[in-house]
């Protein structure tokens, strides 16, 4: 079946620890996206890739790494800068960037610190 | 400011007693406008997409309709299992950019 799948479904973080959030599609899409839900709040973007080795800075990137190394894996990192990080992730794709471009989502990563 | 707003925040119907959601925004240059539900814990599901002006999109119990200003998501005759959030968000006029969401409206439907 063709999906995002994110991993692990839970997650816990120490303080001043870093910790990496997995996205993988097999869509065959170009365009990823990660994004930042908290309970009562739309979801935010945190960063987005338009193509492999290419990423830009979304409306809230202050704490958070990202690399595209590959065009099926979007890795998100949470690092101890990144002072409220409890939230719930979400990654998407989608087959580009432009109009008409449905973005698909996965089943989310649930950060909590310990 | 690009913004999208949602209302109302949450809406507690009978089982077939019809509604709407509204979502309001304010964009340059409207690229589209999405309707996801999100279940609790999962997510968002993609239902619809609209491009233009008076256009209309139907799926089972649920139609969305696009104007110039806002969008609305209508129910007709709910059953428990549309018990969800909807999220609504549009896609600027700029390349490359990502969604801008709304917080969403959560619909409770007892039986």
């Known amino acids: 079946d063709g999906g995002i799948t994110q991993s692990p479904k839970y997650l816990f973080r120490k303080e001043g620890q870093n910790v990496t959030l997995s996205c993988e599609q097999n869509?065959?899409?170009?365009?990823m996206y990660w994004y930042r839900q908290d309970p009562g709040q739309g979801l935010r973007l945190i960063y987005y890739s338009q193509i492999v080795n290419d990423f830009q800075k979304g409306d809230i990137a202050e704490g958070y790494s990202v690399s595209r190394e590959k065009k099926e894996s979007f890795p998100l990192t949470v690092t101890s800068a990144q002072k409220n990080p409890t939230a719930f992730y979400l990654c998407a794709s989608s087959a580009g960037t432009g109009g008409k471009n449905i973005q698909y989502f996965g089943a989310g990563t649930r950060l909590s610190v310990l | 400011e690009d913004q999208v707003t949602q209302s109302p925040e949450a809406l507690r119907l009978q089982e077939g007693e019809s509604s709407s959601l509204n979502c309001s925004y304010t964009v340059s240059g409207l690229r589209g406008l999405f309707w996801y539900r999100q279940d609790p814990g999962k997510g968002p599901e993609f239902l619809f997409t609209?491009?233009?002006a008076g256009e209309e999109k139907e799926k089972e119990r649920l139609k969305a309709t696009l104007t110039k200003k806002e969008s609305f998501l209508h129910i007709t005759a709910p059953k428990p299992e549309d018990s969800a959030t909807y999220l609504c968000a549009v896609q600027r006029g700029q390349a490359g950019t990502a969604l801008i969401f709304g917080k969403g409206t959560t619909l409770s439907v007892s039986s």
């Open positions: 609209l491009y233009s």
């Open positions: 869509l065959n899409h170009d365009a």
